[in-house]
């Protein structure tokens, strides 16, 4: 019988650690509140805390650790850098720590690229080997397997979808997440609103003090309004041309879409399906190709997370989680 896993999503608001059986079936879970401004050392203590809960009486039952972590962050040396939504993270060897507090093997992988192993593993995109995740919410990023094998690049900074570089007007050089993303769609919005563009979303404007976010504009659309209307179609259309530069350089049979705002649905995935259609170089890209909404939900991080392990670190072709099942 095969060695357990212990799986850790830390995120800027909560901590969730698991326990899955060999196979990827998850057996206990445990969540807290990170209270990331308190800073690393008591975020890290409840790391161990919640980690010690879900260990078997054991460790010799334990494969490894994986961790979940919001990058920037290095997954061969195990040091998270210095994340945005945990404040004094900066250069923290998270790796070590937990290893030598519990004697095990640990590999970190930032959330995009173990969500995507995820989805290879237990959700939409099983059974291949080319696959692309995108996860689209307050930022944009995005994990690849490229022929089996998690792309990490040279320092594990590899495979940023947000950050490619997209003109949007004249010279101005923009960026997916900085069109497409949850603040920008709200960014739009209120835009437009102060620019004197008549919608329904001035009165959710009024009623929220000043302030809109993407799930508010999805609402509009879904009622019909046609400013909310324009401004998903422009995300989408920012994220289907970055979907056709993913498509020409590697050619996946899966893109996975995750994240907060891919639940607007087809306000989203219509202009990203048209603006592929549109600008791809070949059909031949498109053959067989599968894009589809992730599967696995709040799951994602955990089930990552353990997939880590079970590949080391996404190092081992994912051939290997084929002999877990």
């Not at 995120?11 to 990827?24: C, N």
């Not at 050089?173 to 979303?201: C, M």
């Not at 019909?224 to 989408?236: M, P």
């Not at 939900?297 to 990552?304: N, Q």
Request: charged share 20%.
């Amino acid at each position: 019988m095969g060695k357990g896993i212990i799986a850790v999503d830390l995120g800027g608001t909560q901590i969730r650690t698991a326990r899955f059986d060999h196979e990827l079936n998850l057996l206990q879970r445990e969540r807290t509140l990170t209270a990331a401004e308190e800073g690393p050392k008591p975020v890290i203590q409840r790391l161990k805390q919640y980690i010690a809960k879900v260990l078997p009486p054991s460790l010799g039952d334990v494969a490894g650790i994986g961790f979940s972590s919001p990058g920037p962050l290095n997954p061969m040396t195990g040091v998270i850098v210095a994340p945005p939504n945990l404040p004094g993270w900066h250069d923290v060897p998270l790796a070590d720590i937990i290893r030598s507090e519990f004697g095990l093997p640990v590999f970190i992988g930032n959330d995009a690229n173990v969500a995507a192993l995820a989805e290879a593993s237990k959700g939409v995109a099983q059974g291949h080997r080319h696959v692309v995740y995108i996860t689209v919410s307050t930022g944009i990023g995005a994990g690849m397997i490229c022929d089996g094998r998690l792309l990490l690049g040279r320092e594990g900074l590899a495979a940023e979808f947000g950050h490619i570089p997209i003109i949007v007007e004249g010279d101005k050089v923009s960026s997916v997440e900085l069109e497409a993303a949850g603040p920008a769609i709200a960014r739009r919005a209120l835009d437009a609103l102060r620019a004197g563009r008549p919608s329904p979303l001035s009165e959710l404007l009024a009623e929220g003090n000043g302030s809109l976010d993407a799930k508010a504009v999805a609402m509009a659309a879904r009622a019909g309004d046609q400013l909310a209307t324009e401004i998903f179609a422009h995300a989408g259309r920012i994220i289907g041309l970055g979907i056709v530069s993913i498509l020409h350089l590697f050619n996946p049979e899966v893109v996975v879409l995750g994240g907060g705002v891919t639940k607007a649905g087809d306000l989203l995935f219509g202009p990203i399906h048209d603006a592929i259609a549109q600008h791809v170089l070949d059909d031949s890209y498109l053959k067989d190709l599968k894009i589809a909404a992730a599967a696995l939900g709040d799951d994602v991080a955990l089930v990552g997370a353990a997939a880590l392990v079970a590949t080391e670190g996404g190092h081992l072709d994912i051939s290997e989680l084929d002999r877990l099942f």
